[in-house]
């Protein structure tokens, strides 16, 4: 059993116990009242004279580190990367391997002016209401995690929804299935979820096979300026950092630092 079907079982485990609190039907009607998503699409999308853009990321822990922010404070987090700017914030809401919480983005979102991204493990049409009841502006769906007519279900209810998608993919396969699905935004996951390696030349390499009129994001193990300037380099939109933010003692130092 791989590590993305261990929080999926995990993930649909708690799903049965959530719709038991909050019905899909309690729940559709619920979001009718959600005041407009933030654009996340714009927010991340690089024109040839922009430097690439940066989604900052909110991660307490991961199956592959453990706890990464002992001192893991949410508000002082969203402030700072509301004062550096970013262009938009990833949260990790996923609880039993990221001790992460739905109602992470609604206190973040006190602090930020940007998009919120929902990172999750989304198989399900109510993840989508709920992500949508919480606020978010755009939602994580992961090819590896779908069939290709789960993830155009899971689209077309994201688009109802007024989310943006970012979708992952991690290999030649994976990209094929974004493209045949016509996704605007490409998350290329540097991280391998069936072994946990880390590659960054996989992005250098499947942003190759993408149409330039997509979004590209580079996802994972992004810790250096280095990398930032070859990644940018390769035509990348933007940048997914959790890690590397999340290990420091100065997030603002960490982030001038790859965007100097
Ligand atoms: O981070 C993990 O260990 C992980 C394990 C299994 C599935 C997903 C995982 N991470 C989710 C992410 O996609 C990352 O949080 C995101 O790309 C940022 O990566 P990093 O900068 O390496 O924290």
Do not use: W
């Not at 992470?104 to 109510?126: G, H, M, N, Q, S």
């Not at 502006?137 to 994201?158: F, G, N, P, W």
């Not at 330039?212 to 992004?222: A, L, R």
């Not at 990348?236 to 130092?253: E, Q, R, Y």
């Amino acid at each position: 059993m791989t590590i993305l079907d261990k929080i999926i079982e995990k993930k649909t485990q708690r799903l049965i116990e959530q719709k038991n609190i909050l019905s899909l039907t309690e729940i559709k009607k619920a979001v009718a009242n959600i005041s407009t998503a933030i654009d996340f699409e714009s927010s991340v999308r690089r024109s040839t004279t922009e430097p690439i853009k940066l989604i900052a990321e909110i991660k307490h822990a991961s199956p592959s580190e453990g706890i990464i922010r002992h001192n893991f404070n949410l508000k002082d987090i969203a402030h700072t990367y509301e004062q550096c700017r970013v262009n938009a914030v990833s949260i990790l809401t996923e609880e039993d391997f990221f001790k992460g919480r739905l109602s992470y983005i609604e206190a973040a979102k006190e602090f930020l002016t940007c998009p919120v991204l929902r990172k999750d493990f989304i198989f399900d049409e109510y993840q989508i209401y709920e992500s949508r009841l919480f606020k978010a502006d755009a939602v994580l769906l992961i090819a590896a995690a779908l069939t290709k007519e789960q993830a155009y279900r899971l689209m077309s209810i994201a688009a109802e929804c007024s989310l943006h998608v970012l979708f992952e993919v991690h290999n030649r396969s994976e990209l094929d299935m974004a493209l045949s699905l016509d996704c605007k935004i490409i998350g290329i996951n540097n991280r391998d979820l069936t072994n946990m390696t880390i590659d960054v030349n996989t992005t250098l390499t499947l942003i190759k096979e993408i149409p330039d009129t997509k979004i590209v994001v580079s996802e994972s193990g992004i810790k250096s300026r280095e990398q930032v300037k070859m990644l940018q380099d390769a035509g990348v939109d933007a940048i997914l950092v959790g890690t590397s933010l999340m290990k420091s003692g100065d997030i603002a130092g960490q982030i001038h630092l790859l965007l100097q």
